[in-house]
């Protein structure tokens, strides 16, 4: 492309060897490139003579020029003459400028470089520059490799045709003052001076591209400024590392592209594929190698790109090492060193691009290895002293984190000793840099790009501050986990989960560090996020960080009511996997700590765990001791919820005793309460319920149609054990009803349910649905390995299933040592059987 070619004109009554070669190479549809190449000469000495900084040239130079021009005759003759005038001492003002002859936009740019997951920024950003009132400048900022140049060399060729006056560009080179600046921004308009411009482009909409005004920020800001003076219809389109600064400023961060989240890492080729990080990888991986991204490098590629924060300049890098490595290989070998990632530093001269300083026009192109490292260093180098330490502490987050994390995470002196400043005033600034991104519209949409991050943390740990900072990173998450534990139990729990969900990196990394380092923030830590993890289905391994942090010695003088509290969250979350048994001591001894203290808050809390761990251990008369005692004391001091509570473990009890009716009752006061508090966890839990009061009563299709619905509940709250169960009953029911296929495909369901975070072993209640399946086919010998199952899942959890379990291994065998064991069962664990069952056991295979 040409910087404002106009065909048209010619160098008729030129006198001067400047005007002439500008005049022919125009006419001949050169660029100042183009002709060099064409010459054998430096596009320096072309851009020199044009400007008329070599006062008497070379003959040689002179005559390939002119070869390379086609010049002939009389225009040959009239050339090398005026190569050989001198110049006069104070050349005379050029006339004005012509009136411009309007014949389309003329685009003096390099042609625009392929762009991937950036088409609604250039959308908005052609909007800002067309929409009839734009911003005098505007100004792309951010970190160095985020794809500022290839961004605006899009956005101006998208808009060029909103812009007859012309559209051209500049390349800032370092130390450039703003007077060459301004010449060679006139110059790419083929005005002779600044103060011809207004006349050049007259009344017509024109666009001047800048780019890497960080080289020289001050030159670049006042030519703008007497560029704006001089053609009001002029906007200004900068890329640099920070803004320019002028009244007016539409400054737009320009952020890393998106990648996919560690949730979608095995969804899939098609699924990753929306991200525009994975795309741009792929694409440059198919540059270097012929196969694309098997299914088992899946994984890698998401998490590389993961890694490398998004950044374009590092993902290119990354995937120019796929020429030996596969993606595993990759991200094993080069996952944690991505701030040595290197590349040549490429200065962007091509065809149609004026750089302000021709003297490194010529220069050779490759100037050395860049690391991802220094160009991070280079933005780092704009802050100050508590802009450096603000950025170190913050480096301190592994994920999104919002405004009010920024503030509690910089809290305190900064390294003179004051106060830090407003921290939105600082994220500003950060963001302006390019060093932080915002994604979404929730307040956890701030994020440090892991390059950042990762150079900022060897900051925090050669300044000796990484112990301070991890500990503060800690206290910050213990006090919002604090804050949140609360709303895991009533009407926010949706929002309170999601919360955590958003934060769940910072919270491992904070634990982790704790452990180490505070070992009693850790412990409050963790006791916060045990209904989390129990909601996530990491009951397991929070049940082991909770015992770990008891057993340290460290913790041994903490709080008594919050050891207590961990002990309890503990017996909590070991209900959950069968492991009552190992924690019944540790809440017995909460329950006293609790009574002791007074804290009717823990008390309650203590019994209603009580009330499900003693049932799977045999203590089935004692929990119901635990949950009459917790009904009264919640009536008498007006905890609504915890009767709830009370009211719901009370009705198992009642299903215990074959009461089903009193269950019915006691579970419809469940649902009327929660409804009262608006609780959706508790009301999902009720019809749960009651579902199951309705299997057991016979009555499959009400079960049906009523577990469905409270799975829907429990499924969009994140309560897999819960859905598991009643997922159970659905099955159970469809089976008594006749309609196995169906029930498989809840079999499946269960399956997937049960393949969560931690490993688990066989659910009671998915064995008890096979073993009724294989029951109704008729295959004896099967349905009895899956009963039999069914009693080893249950024997250390719920002594109902494990009484159906019995009853169906009973009815498949037809051994009397299993009635024995099943009557043994019952009679123990006070639990009496439904008529449905007493049914089976009179039937062929019970008798």
């Not at 890098?317 to 020429?323: F, I, K, P, S, T």
């Not at 895991?488 to 729990?493: K, Q, S």
């Not at 823990?602 to 089935?620: H, K, N, S």
Request: charged share 25%; glycine share 8%.
């Amino acid at each position: 492309m040409t910087p404002d070619h106009e065909r048209s004109r010619s160098p008729a009554g030129a006198t001067r060897l400047p005007e002439l070669l500008r005049g022919h190479r125009r006419t001949a549809g050169l660029t100042q490139a183009e002709l060099a190449a064409r010459a054998a000469v430096g596009v320096r000495t072309v851009r020199d003579l044009e400007r008329g900084r070599s006062a008497r040239p070379q003959r040689t130079t002179v005559e390939l020029l002119a070869d390379a021009l086609g010049l002939a005759g009389a225009a040959r003759t009239d050339f090398l003459a005026a190569a050989r005038r001198p110049a006069p001492a104070e050349p005379p003002s050029p006339p004005a400028a012509p009136p411009p002859v309007d014949r389309g936009t003329a685009v003096a740019l390099p042609p625009p470089i392929e762009l991937i997951g950036r088409e609604r920024e250039v959308a908005e950003l052609g909007a800002l520059l067309t929409d009839g009132r734009p911003a005098p400048v505007v100004s792309l900022v951010g970190l160095a490799g985020v794809g500022k140049t290839a961004l605006a060399l899009a956005v101006a060729h998208a808009v060029a045709g909103h812009h007859p006056g012309g559209v051209a560009g500049v390349l800032i080179s370092a130390g450039a003052d703003a007077t060459v600046v301004l010449s060679v921004s006139a110059a790419v308009f083929d005005a002779s001076r600044v103060s011809d411009l207004g006349a050049r482009v007259a009344d017509r909409p024109a666009l001047l591209l800048l780019d890497a005004v960080e080289r020289s920020p001050e030159a670049v800001a006042e030519a703008v400024h007497r560029l704006a003076a001089a053609a009001p219809t002029l906007r200004v389109l900068v890329t640099g590392r920070h803004p320019v600064g002028l009244p007016g400023e539409l400054v737009w961060p320009v952020s890393p592209l998106e990648v996919p989240p560690a949730a979608v890492d095995h969804a899939g080729a098609e699924a990753l594929a929306r991200f525009p990080a994975v795309t741009l990888f792929t694409a440059r991986l198919a540059q270097v190698r012929r196969e694309p991204p098997g299914v088992a490098e899946l994984p890698a590629l998401a998490a590389l790109v993961r890694r490398l924060g998004g950044l374009p300049l590092a993902i290119e890098l990354m995937a120019a090492r796929g020429r030996v490595l596969d993606l595993p290989e990759l991200l094993d070998r080069y996952g944690d060193r991505v701030l040595d990632l290197a590349a040549p530093s490429v200065a962007a001269v091509g065809a149609g691009w004026e750089e302000v300083d021709p003297g490194r026009a010529e220069a050779v192109r490759v100037t050395g290895a860049v690391t991802l490292r220094e160009a991070v260093a280079a933005s780092y180098r704009l802050l100050d002293d508590e802009e450096r330490t603000a950025l170190r502490r913050l480096s301190a987050f592994w994920n999104r984190w919002s405004v009010e994390l920024a503030e509690e995470l910089l809290a305190g002196p900064g390294p003179a000793g004051d106060p830090h400043p407003d921290p939105v005033a600082l994220l500003d600034r950060l963001l302006e840099l390019g060093l932080i991104s915002v994604r979404g519209a929730g307040p956890f949409r701030f994020r440090l790009l892991d390059a950042v991050r990762d150079f900022a943390a060897e900051q925090a740990a050669g300044a000796g501050e990484s112990a301070a900072v991890r500990r503060r990173h800690a206290e910050v998450f213990s006090r919002l986990v604090a804050r949140t534990a609360p709303e895991l139990a009533g009407p926010e729990l949706t929002d309170a989960v999601h919360r955590l969900d958003e934060v769940t990196g910072d919270l491992g990394a904070a634990l982790a560090h704790a452990a180490v380092d505070d070992p009693v923030t850790a412990l409050r830590l963790a006791t916060g996020l045990s209904r989390w993890w129990l909601l996530r289905g990491r009951d397991v391994s929070g049940r082991q960080w909770l015992r770990r942090l008891l057993a340290d010695p460290r913790t041994a003088g903490a709080d008594p009511l919050l050891r207590a509290w961990a002990q309890l969250e503990a017996a909590r979350l070991a209900t959950a996997h069968g492991a009552a048994a190992e924690e019944l001591t540790a809440a017995r001894r909460a329950l006293a700590v609790f009574r002791e203290a007074g804290d009717v808050t823990g008390e309650l809390a203590a019994r209603a765990v009580l009330g499900v761990l003693l049932p799977a251990t045999g203590g089935q008369d004692e929990a119901r001791e635990q949950g009459e005692a917790t009904l009264a004391l919640a009536v008498r001091h007006g905890r609504i919820r915890d009767l709830a509570v009370a009211q719901h473990n009370l009705a198992w009890h009642d299903i215990r005793l074959g009461d089903l009716a009193g269950a019915r009752r006691r579970l419809a006061v469940l649902d009327r309460l929660a409804a009262q508090l608006a609780d959706r966890r508790l009301r999902g839990l009720a019809r749960a319920d009651l579902a199951e009061v309705a299997r057991l009563e016979g009555r499959y299709a009400d079960a049906v149609e009523q577990g469905r619905r409270a799975a829907t509940a429990l499924v969009g709250l994140g309560d897999p054990a819960d859905r598991r169960r009643v997922l159970g009953t659905i099955g159970l029911a469809l089976v008594r009803a006749g309609r196995p296929a169906e029930a498989s495909d809840v079999v499946a369901e269960l399956r997937t349910a049960a393949a969560g975070p931690e490993p688990r072993p066989e659910d009671a209640v998915c064995a008890l649905v096979e073993g009724h399946l294989a029951l109704s086919r008729g295959d004896r010998e099967l349905a009895a390995e899956w009963f039999a199952a069914a009693a080893d899942a249950a024997g250390g959890q719920d002594r109902r299933d494990l009484v159906e379990a019995l009853v169906g291994l009973t009815v498949s065998t037809a051994d009397p040592d299993v009635r024995k064991r099943l009557d043994a069962v019952c009679r123990e664990s006070g639990t009496c059987l439904l008529p449905q069952e007493e049914a089976l056991l009179s039937g062929p295979g019970g008798r």
